[in-house]
């Protein structure tokens, strides 16, 4: 399933992901989604910061903002919600003086992923002091300062030898072939017996908070938790979760409404449902952005409540059966790596 996994440096791996049928690109795009927002990592928390004193160039507010942004490392056996970081510096010297992450006080020093740097500046006569704690958060329920990557982006793998013959059919020029390969040639890429791409190439770069094999388990527990959990909603009919009812529509069909769940579940669910040959019909829509709701419209060959909610715990099933298959030669395949990248060193 890996392959051409190249791990870069300790921030950036790069890596092809074989699509041999059951990868849709609502599967990878769900794990792209999920690494972004829902990996819950460790952050300066802003209400927590106490500026006891700052007649610095920088006011506060400022200073917040660059204190939330510092990443964090997450994975440390240490006991986070009772960290104090702390720093005071009364420039006494006619130089100015450079503040660090590395000159913080803080009971671990290997808290912060990148210690060197630059925090602030502190002219002479000027005096910083200030305490803060952590929190524990993820990107989509509070902000950026709680998300693990700077780059999680996936993109098809294009088919050179297409691309290349309808430059020569076309007795393209060079400049026409450039604005070919940045455009048009884009739609050009390698694909399955389906008609999906047969190669996604990804690309994850981490913000110090984890290492990328770390966050991609992250990726692919926390996706199958929710499947787990939505399916574990419908087989104990948890009318909190989600109710069901006959859609007002001209063809015979149902209305699932989930609350809790967005696109990512959404998308990922009806893709998978289309290849159940007792589905025939799926699709999925968010009513409102402001309401949380998630509503799903299917449509069986035996149409009724008991085998439509039959046919959904099985397409969770074969997800789930698809994103564990994936965990697994996705660490047998960065070990793999990781073991060849250190014996070149």
């Known amino acids: 399933m890996f392959s051409k996994l190249n791990i870069v440096d300790n921030e950036k791996t790069q890596f092809d992901i074989n699509n041999k049928g059951d990868l849709k690109i609502s599967l990878i795009n769900g794990l792209k989604r999920t690494i972004y927002g829902k990996i819950p990592v460790y952050a300066i928390d802003t209400t927590s910061i106490n500026f006891i004193t700052n007649n610095t160039t920088y006011d506060n507010s400022f200073l917040t903002l660059r204190l939330a942004l510092i990443p964090i490392r997450s994975d440390l056996d240490i006991d986070y919600e009772n960290t104090v970081i702390e720093y005071h510096y009364k420039n006494n010297d006619e130089l100015i003086h450079s503040c660090y992450c590395k000159d913080f006080q803080v009971d671990n020093p290997e808290l912060?992923?990148?210690?060197?740097?630059?925090?602030?500046?502190?002219?002479?006569?000027?005096?910083?002091?200030?305490?803060?704690?952590?929190?524990?958060?993820?990107?989509?329920?509070?902000?950026?300062?709680?998300?693990?990557?700077?780059?999680?982006?996936?993109?098809?793998?294009?088919?050179?030898?297409?691309?290349?013959?309808?430059?020569?059919?076309?007795?393209?020029?060079?400049?026409?072939?450039?604005?070919?390969?940045?455009?048009?040639?884009?739609?050009?890429?390698?694909?399955?017996?389906?008609?999906?791409?047969?190669?996604?190439?990804?690309?994850?770069?981490?913000?110090?908070?984890?290492?990328?094999?770390?966050?991609?388990?992250?990726?692919?527990?926390?996706?199958?938790?929710?499947?787990?959990?939505?399916?574990?909603?419908?087989n104990e009919n948890n009318t909190e979760k989600f109710n069901i009812q006959k859609a007002n529509s001209k063809f015979d069909s149902y209305d699932i409404t989930v609350v809790d769940e967005n696109d990512t579940i959404g998308n990922l669910l009806t893709t998978y449902l289309t290849d159940n040959n007792e589905v025939d019909y799926a699709a999925y829509k968010i009513p409102h952005p402001l309401h949380n709701k998630l509503v799903f419209r299917i449509a069986c060959k035996n149409n009724d409540i008991t085998t439509i909610m039959e046919v959904i715990n099985d397409t969770i099933k074969v997800i789930l059966n698809i994103l564990e298959n994936m965990k697994k030669e996705w660490n047998a395949s960065y070990k793999s790596s990781n073991k060849k990248k250190n014996s070149k060193k």
């Open 112 to 234: 912060f992923a990148y210690p060197e740097t630059l925090f602030t500046k502190i002219k002479p006569s000027q005096e910083l002091h200030f305490t803060c704690k952590l929190s524990k958060n993820n990107c989509l329920s509070k902000n950026a300062s709680y998300c693990c990557v700077s780059n999680a982006s996936y993109k098809f793998k294009l088919d050179e030898k297409a691309i290349q013959e309808k430059v020569e059919e076309e007795n393209m020029t060079e400049e026409e072939e450039r604005s070919f390969r940045t455009l048009e040639g884009k739609r050009l890429y390698l694909k399955n017996k389906d008609d999906e791409p047969s190669v996604y190439h990804f690309t994850l770069e981490n913000c110090g908070n984890y290492d990328n094999q770390t966050i991609m388990n992250y990726g692919i527990d926390i996706l199958s938790l929710q499947l787990k959990d939505l399916a574990t909603a419908f």
